[in-house]
């Protein structure tokens, strides 16, 4: 079945180290993007791709970087530079239209907590 | 900020029900999804409405939009308690200057809760 794998499921970061979050999809789409979600909010954009090799940031990219080295990747790094990093982590994958965003297909989600 | 605002906040009502979330926005928009999440999950796209669409609908969901008053309505008809979940409104919002498709990201608001009583 085509999908979205993020993992791990659970993550914990000691200060002062980066971690890596996973996100795999097999449903060939070529649009990618990572969500932020905190308590009772809504989604925060940190980092979205429409192709490979290209990225673009999204609305609290500090602290975060990312790489699109494959179509079916898009692993997210939260850096020491992230003081809060405390939330759960949402990757996405969609279609690409010139008429308008499609779809987007969501991962089971990443909860990362602090040591 | 572009992000759509849903109301209420909350929603408590009995199986059987009908169950209707509104949703508002600022700017002009190429699109409107209503997504679903279910706790600890992620999200699930119930519906996309073009804004030259005014209504559509999907098994026991109906989605209005209104472009002029610059808002949106999800009916769940008939509710089961398997509907209990949280629901997002997300705008593909215009941007002044740009063409549809680059750069385009998705606005979501800060859901609704609703709970469907067995």
């Known amino acids: 079945d085509g999908g979205i794998t993020q993992s791990p499921k659970y993550l914990f970061r000691k200060e002062g180290q980066n971690v890596t979050l996973s996100c795999e999809q097999n449903l060939n789409h070529d649009a990618m993007y990572w969500y932020r979600q905190d308590p009772g909010q809504g989604l925060r954009l940190i980092y979205y791709?429409?192709?490979?090799?290209?990225?673009q940031k999204g609305d609290i990219a500090e602290g975060y970087s990312v790489s699109r080295e494959k179509k079916e990747s898009f692993p997210l790094t939260v850096t020491s530079a992230q003081k809060n990093p405390t939330a759960f982590y949402l990757c996405a994958s969609s279609a690409f239209r010139v008429t308008g965003i499609q779809p987007q297909h969501f991962g089971d989600g990443t909860r990362l907590s602090i040591l | 900020s572009q992000q759509g605002e849903e109301d209420p906040q909350a929603l408590s009502i009995q199986e059987g029900e009908n169950a209707t979330m509104n949703c508002s926005y600022k700017t002009s928009i190429n699109n409107l999804q209503w997504y679903r999440q279910n706790s600890g999950r992620g999200l699930v796209h119930l519906i996309l409405?073009?804004?030259?669409?005014r209504e559509k609908h999907s098994g026991r969901l109906r989605v209005t939009l209104d472009t002029s008053k610059k808002s949106s309505s999800l009916l769940i008809s008939a509710s089961r308690a398997a509907d209990t979940a949280s629901y997002f409104c997300?705008?593909?919002?215009?941007?002044?200057?740009?063409?549809?498709?680059?750069?385009?990201?998705?606005?979501f608001g800060k859901g609704i809760t609703l709970s469907v009583r067995p």
């Open positions: 409405i073009r804004s030259n669409e």
């Open positions: 997300a705008t593909d919002w215009q941007r002044e200057g740009r063409g549809t498709g680059a750069n385009s990201k998705l606005t």
């Open positions: 791709s429409q192709i490979v090799n290209d990225f």
